[in-house]
């Protein structure tokens, strides 16, 4: 296992300590969450590049890699219907559309297919992210509240953006789940 698949597993350990933040009060709790998240999203950046550019790029990584990012934002959007912070039928959206992706592509790769993350879906992460660093900065700094219906409509945009790669996604491999073969 190389470095980069070491980051990526890295993940999984630091989503289980973003929820423990998110939900067991304790102080300095929102502060470690910004904190541990902000080093996920960077994880995320570094095993990237240095699959592309170092070691190559792996099935193991290929199929974790995703993963463990949709249990990092899962922990976060679990935690922040928690909170109170944003409506569960969003997170039940989002990770509904996470898990369908997901089961599209172990379909895929049962059929020998490798099926990448496209823009939209991209766009769809780096929009995640920046959602849940803005709103574990707020809650850090104390301003979450005087912001709340900004938050709102950032968490709805959030929200229809992934429901719309979602859609996306299965348009453009439309083929490979009505392919009976």
Request: some cysteine; aromatic content about 14%.
């Amino acid at each position: 296992m190389n470095f980069a698949d070491k980051l990526t597993l890295s993940r999984f350990g630091m989503a289980a300590v973003l929820i423990a933040c998110l939900s067991i009060p304790f102080s300095g709790a929102t502060p470690t969450a910004l904190i541990v998240f902000i080093l996920a999203a960077l994880t995320d950046a570094l095993d990237g590049h240095l699959a592309r550019t170092v070691y190559g790029t792996s099935d193991f990584g290929a199929l974790l890699d995703p993963l463990a990012d949709k249990v990092l934002t899962a922990a976060a959007f679990i935690g922040f219907v928690g909170l109170g912070l944003m409506p569960a039928w969003m997170a039940v959206l989002i990770l509904s559309r996470e898990m369908m992706v997901t089961g599209l592509r172990l379909l895929a790769a049962e059929k020998g297919v490798t099926v990448g993350a496209n823009r939209w879906g991209k766009q769809k992460t780096i929009w995640q992210m920046v959602y849940i660093i803005a709103v574990l900065f707020a809650l850090t700094f104390g301003f979450f509240d005087n912001f709340r219906t900004l938050f709102s409509l950032f968490a709805f945009a959030v929200t229809a953006l992934t429901a719309w790669s979602g859609f996306i996604y299965f348009r453009q491999n439309y083929t490979l789940i009505h392919n009976r073969n």
